[in-house]
């Protein structure tokens, strides 16, 4: 990133912080790392794209361990469910990455700003209504279904970069 000035490097790091706020304190958020790479440098899309992975990777660790550290991640059916998670992400990112040369990066971007709208909603929505109706034990199908949702649609948008 040679020829990067200072206000670039302020604003990716101001976006790397809300990212790394965002995805360890509700969830949404890993995303904007990697919009910012995309939007403020002279990466080749494919360094945007190993770049965000990067961030990930490090984000969940960190995440991961205070969240251990804390007892968050002690609890069987919390465990569970990140397990799944976790295993539907590993078959999920090579499924995106094909899908990737199967959709347009249009109807891609449409069904991505719908999936994010509507996680967006979902996060507004729990906020106010503290006392809704929540899965606390969700069946294994619909983590498998949600985790391979969500890592085929990031996987997908990564493979854009190629």
């Given amino acids: ?23 360890t304190a509700v969830g949404p958020g890993g995303v904007l ?4 790479l995309f939007a403020l440098t ?5 360094q945007v794209a190993g770049t965000a992975i990067v961030t990930h990777v490090a984000t969940g660790a960190l995440g991961t361990t ?21 295993g539907t992400a590993l078959l ?9 040369t199967a959709v347009s990066r249009h ?23 503290p006392h809704a109706a929540l899965l606390l034990n969700p069946p ?3 983590i498998v279904a949600l ?5 085929t649609l990031m996987a997908h948008s990564a493979s854009w970069y190629r």
Avoid: D, K
């Fill in 147 to 151: 985790g391979l949702g969500v890592s």
């Fill in 1 to 23: 990133m040679s020829g990067v000035g200072l206000p670039v490097l302020v604003a990716l790091a101001v976006i790397g912080l809300a990212g790394g706020i965002g995805i």
């Fill in 42 to 46: 002279g990466l080749s899309p494919a």
């Fill in 92 to 100: 999920g990112t090579p499924l995106g990455v094909l899908a990737g």
């Fill in 66 to 86: 205070a969240y251990t550290r804390s007892g968050q991640l002690r609890e069987p059916a919390t465990r569970r469910i990140a397990l799944i998670l976790a």
């Fill in 140 to 142: 294994t199908s619909l």
């Fill in 107 to 129: 109807a891609f971007a449409v069904v991505l700003g719908l999936v994010v709208a509507a996680a967006a909603g979902l996060v507004w929505w729990r906020a106010r209504s």
């Fill in 33 to 36: 790392p990697t919009i910012g």
